[in-house]
C-alpha cells in the first residue's frame, strides 16, 4: 500500500489522559499536513511539515498539542489531558511540492 | 464567517440525474481542490483546479477565478456517488500552507 497510513483508526480515551496518533505519508512526499473534523464540519488545518521542519501551526493547536515528524518521514500528533472537545476525526494528508494532496483514512478520537 | 462556502448542504438525487455543487470563496487562491468523503472518514481527491476545468469520467469540475467560484458536476450519478463533497481552497500570498475547507455538500443518490 502506497497511500498514506494513518494508526489507530479508532481512539476511545478517558478524559484527561494523554493520546498519541501516527501518520505515515507517502514516502516522496515532503509535506505533510494535519487536520482535524468535527461532526458536520470541514476539516480544520492544525499544522504542517515541510520534512522535518513544522512550518505552520493553527491557533485551534492549544498547548495540549503537539506534533513531530523527527526524521522528515512519519509524524506523531499528541494530546496531553484530552478533553470532550477534542473528540474529532484527525486527518493526515500528504503531498510533493505543487501536486495535489493524498489524505488518510483518519483516526477518530472519542473522549468519554 | 467561513471563507469557503458550498451550497447545497444536502443534496438528494434520483439515479441518473445530472447533479451540480456550488463552492464560492472569498480569497485570492493558488488552488481549488474538489474532495470527496466517504462514511468512515477517508478522503479522496479529486480534482485540483487553478483555471478551466477538468474532467475524469462522469465528473466535471469548473473554476471561475474572476467570479471566485467553482462547480462539480455529476453526470449519469449513480448510488455509489453518495458522499461528502467538499470544496477546500489553497490561499495565495503568506500563512498557512493547508487548505480551507467548505463544509461539505452531503450528496445521496437513490436507486
Known amino acids: 500500500d502506497t497511500g498514506v497510513s494513518q494508526d489507530p483508526r479508532h481512539k476511545i480515551t478517558k478524559r484527561g489522559q494523554n493520546v498519541t496518533f501516527r501518520c505515515d505519508p507517502i514516502?516522496?512526499?515532503?509535506?505533510l499536513y494535519w487536520y482535524r473534523q468535527t461532526l458536520g464540519q470541514g476539516p480544520e488545518f492544525l499544522t504542517y511539515?515541510?520534512?522535518?521542519?513544522?512550518?505552520?501551526k493553527s491557533r485551534l493547536l492549544s498547548d495540549r498539542f503537539s506534533a513531530e515528524r523527527p526524521k522528515g518521514s512519519f509524524s506523531t500528533l499528541e494530546i496531553q489531558r484530552t478533553e470532550q472537545g477534542d473528540s474529532a476525526m484527525y486527518l493526515c494528508?500528504?503531498?510533493?511540492?505543487?501536486?495535489?494532496?493524498?489524505f488518510g483514512s483518519g483516526t477518530r478520537l472519542t473522549v468519554v | 464567517k467561513n471563507e469557503v462556502e458550498q451550497s447545497p448542504q444536502n443534496l438528494t438525487a434520483q439515479e441518473g440525474e445530472f447533479i451540480t455543487i456550488n463552492c464560492s470563496y472569498s480569497?485570492?487562491?493558488?488552488?481549488l481542490h474538489w474532495l470527496q468523503q466517504h462514511p468512515g472518514g477517508g478522503i479522496v481527491s479529486l480534482f485540483m483546479?487553478?483555471?478551466g476545468k477538468k474532467k475524469h469520467g462522469r465528473l466535471i469540475a469548473t473554476i471561475n477565478i474572476q467570479e471566485k467560484h467553482s462547480s462539480l458536476h455529476i453526470t449519469a450519478s449513480h448510488p455509489r456517488d453518495s458522499a461528502v463533497y467538499i470544496c477546500?481552497?489553497?490561499?495565495?500570498?503568506?500563512?498557512?500552507?493547508?487548505?480551507?475547507f467548505g463544509k461539505g455538500t452531503h450528496l445521496i443518490i437513490q436507486p
Open positions: 494528508a500528504s503531498r510533493p511540492n505543487r501536486d495535489s494532496y493524498t
Open positions: 514516502s516522496e512526499h515532503n509535506r
Open positions: 511539515f515541510q520534512n522535518e521542519a513544522q512550518l505552520e
Open positions: 480569497v485570492g487562491i493558488s488552488a
Open positions: 483546479l487553478s483555471s
Open positions: 477546500a481552497v489553497r490561499s495565495l500570498g503568506g500563512g498557512a500552507d493547508g487548505l480551507t
